[in-house]
């Protein structure tokens, strides 16, 4: 008991998103998506080198 509220906040929402029309500003997304790309998550220096499964004991097995 209780969701019916907040699912119809959720209805409301979505169909405020769906149907209303928002100004879109592609200056912005372009300034933001290439400032992103210059500093790519994927790009990591020392982890590539590390195994992430190893927790440094690999030695001391036999």
């Known amino acids: 008991m ?3 509220r907040a699912k119809a906040k959720q209805t409301k929402v ?8 928002h ?3 592609f200056d912005a997304l372009q300034r ?3 400032s992103n ?3 790519s ?6 982890s590539d080198d590390q ?6 004991y690999g030695e001391y097995r036999r």
């Open 2 to 4: 209780g969701r019916g």
């Open 41 to 46: 998550h994927y790009e990591e220096s020392d």
């Open 23 to 25: 100004e879109t500003d």
């Open 14 to 21: 979505a169909r405020e998103l769906k149907y209303s029309s």
């Open 32 to 34: 933001e998506l290439s």
């Open 51 to 56: 195994d992430p499964y190893d927790d440094g």
């Open 37 to 39: 790309s210059s500093s």
